[in-house]
Each structure stands twice: as structure tokens, then as C-alpha cells.
């Protein structure tokens, strides 16, 4: 991916996610249409089959997914570490009877 392209917060990875996605599902369905040989027939396209776009689309899915899913893990373990300081804090403050 072209560094101008990289989704830089959630809201743009998981846009990226969707967008891969749909050109998975279409990359499938013309593989159901036209078989693991076929191509775009139109003048000027290129003559990547769809078994070569497929894989593609595939790749550039699981690069979407890898990038979601390592904000999620960040975001959901500074989550749990916020929740487990302040666990920690009460814990403390009823030891020293200051609560
Ligand atoms: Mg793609």
C-alpha cells in the first residue's frame, strides 16, 4: 500500500476493511461466474485472471484485517489496563481506610 493510502485511525481501517471486503466478494463472484481462468474480456483491461485476482484481493483483505485487528487488541488492552489501575487505586485506598 502507498503511504498516502495507510488508514491512519479506526474510522479509516475499518473503511479499508469493508473495502476489501466487497472486492473479495467480487473477485468471488466473477470466479462463480466465469471460473478460476476467466478475465475482464472488455478492450483495455488487463488479462489477470480471476484466480490471479482472487489472491489478490485476498492478500489486500488479510493486510485490512491485520490492520484492525492490531488497533482493536491496542485499544482493548489500554481498556483493560485503565479498568485494572483503578481496581488497583480502590484496592488501595480501602487498605488505607480512605475510602
Ligand atoms: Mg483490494
Not at 495507510?6 to 469493508?18: A, C, D, S
Not at 466465469?34 to 482472487?54: I, K, V
Not at 482493536?72 to 488505607?96: M, P, T, Y
Request: glycine share 10%.
Amino acid at each position: 500500500m502507498k503511504p498516502q493510502y495507510e488508514p491512519k485511525n479506526m474510522q479509516q481501517r475499518l473503511g479499508y476493511l469493508v473495502e476489501e471486503c466487497g472486492e473479495v466478494l467480487a473477485a468471488a463472484g466473477k470466479t462463480i461466474r466465469w471460473g478460476l481462468d476467466g478475465f475482464n474480456p472488455e478492450p483495455g483491461a488487463s488479462r489477470e485472471t480471476n484466480a490471479e485476482w482472487l489472491l489478490r484481493e485476498i492478500q489486500d483483505l488479510k493486510g485490512a484485517i491485520s490492520r484492525i485487528e492490531t488497533y482493536l487488541r491496542e485499544h482493548v488492552g489500554l481498556e483493560a489496563d485503565a479498568w485494572r489501575r483503578e481496581a488497583l487505586d480502590e484496592a488501595e485506598r480501602v487498605r488505607k481506610g480512605t475510602r
